[in-house]
């Protein structure tokens, strides 16, 4: 699988050496012509400069040098008198002071440099434009290389980028193509190692949106299969009322109406529940004062169980969550205590305040779960009491999906004291 990354810095790494090495050889050759003429100017001058008795003849090939490059070499003595000039040069005045040093004279600058014995002083003078045109010729020919690169780099640019783009079309491609029935992970192929991560998301989004389609066919059967035995039921009760009319058929009747109607209720926020969950800025509710008022809704149907309650909690144990869904998973736990609870037995709620957690506990004196039930508890349908008691296996299973979109921890086993269940919520604190 080849990298992005590393294509990209081949190429470049190609693309700037050609330029350095094209650079370095324009400006080699540019210096090479300009120091050779400027040197060559100068061996020539001092030859013409070297003493008295060289001919005017001599003199003859300065006429054909560029008067910047000319090196003008004058002598005074001691006087002041100008002893020696060399020809075709302006006369400059001479520097006070002996060495190097930077003078204007005719509009020009001039670097001169000045030596003396005492008795005569000798000044050779250049104009500083003759360094200047090395300058500027050295940086002209390191410039055109440059100047030059930018079209080639855009070609090789986009002839690299786009031999590597069109491994993501075709992928991209080969992704519109997949079917809606595809259940295969993608396959990365020849994509670019950079994109390995996405395509590594992607596999995963897809996996998860599998096993949610798996989990809403398995409930769509799971839920025909429930609401089949009911539907029965009633129809047979139908079937009895009209042939023999009595008031328990017409109570048995109901019963079932009720039954169904439960179920159909719980399917309903089960499906709600399943939805994507959107966070909102919820209210802050007294939990305390809330989980009493959800004991209060079941007191009738706990006095009918002969079950008794017991209340530890106190006001002012605020939370940020959604009033229906917090009675929805507390309603749950309550429902499945006094259902599984026999005649006679009690439960107890508990609300305790932590320092990061609030902790809810329902305790019932019922008749537990089987061993071997116990990591099944939260599954759709599953029931793990005796079919004597009424109910549809999906009480646990709400109670779980509100936990879990609230971020609440939610657990429930056996008793370790005595017979009975411990449904414990684990909720964290609002800020």
């Known amino acids: 699988m080849i990298s992005l990354r590393r294509g990209i810095l081949i190429w470049a790494t190609i693309l700037i050496a050609i330029i350095a090495i094209a650079s370095v050889l324009a400006t080699r050759h540019v210096a090479m012509v300009e120091v050779n003429k400027l040197l060559d100017n100068e061996l020539q001058q001092i030859a013409l400069n070297a003493g008295r008795g060289v001919s005017e003849a001599a003199f003859a090939p300065l006429k054909k040098t560029e008067i910047e490059n000319r090196v003008a070499v004058q002598v005074w003595t001691d006087t002041g008198e100008l002893i020696h000039r060399s020809p075709g040069t302006e006369r400059l005045p001479r520097s006070t002071n002996p060495g190097f040093a930077d003078l204007e004279s005719g509009g020009n600058i001039w670097r001169v440099y000045t030596a003396s014995d005492g008795n005569r002083f000798a000044q050779v003078a250049q104009r500083m434009s003759a360094r200047m045109e090395i300058v500027n010729h050295a940086a002209a020919g390191a410039a055109v290389p440059l100047l030059a690169a930018f079209p080639i780099a855009w070609i090789a640019a986009i002839f690299g980028i786009n031999r590597l783009l069109r491994r993501v079309e075709d992928f991209s491609t080969a992704l519109a193509l997949r079917g809606v029935e595809a259940s295969g992970p993608v396959i990365a192929g020849e994509m670019p190692r950079e994109f390995l991560p996405v395509i590594v998301s992607l596999n995963g989004l897809i996996e998860k949106h599998l096993v949610a389609i798996e989990q809403q066919k398995q409930f769509v059967s799971e839920a025909a299969h429930e609401l089949r035995t009911p539907l029965a039921a009633l129809q047979i009760q139908v079937d009895n009322l009209r042939s023999q009319p009595d008031p328990e058929s017409v109570g048995e009747l109901s019963d079932g109406i009720r039954r169904a109607t439960a179920m159909v209720a719980q399917l309903l926020s089960l499906a709600r529940l399943d939805a994507p969950h959107i966070p909102v800025n919820s209210p802050k509710l007294d939990l305390g004062a809330l989980i009493v008022s959800i004991i209060a809704e079941f007191v009738p149907t706990s006095t009918s169980c002969g079950v008794e309650f017991a209340v530890s909690a106190r006001e002012e144990i605020f939370v940020k969550a959604s009033d229906a869904e917090v009675r929805l998973l507390f309603g749950n736990l309550i429902d499945n205590a006094i259902r599984y609870t026999p005649r006679g037995g009690n439960i107890e709620v508990m609300v305790e305040e932590g320092r990061s957690m609030i902790e809810v506990k ?43 979109r609230n971020s609440y921890v939610l657990n429930v086993s056996n008793r370790t004291d005595v017979r009975g269940v411990l449904a414990q919520v684990l909720i964290p604190l609002s800020d």
């Open 362 to 404: 329902i305790i019932d004196s019922g008749i537990g779960i089987p061993d071997a039930s116990l990591s099944r508890i939260f599954d759709r349908f599953y029931r793990a009491a005796p079919l004597d008691i009424e109910g549809t296996g999906l009480g646990l299973a709400i109670a779980k999906k509100v936990a879990e």
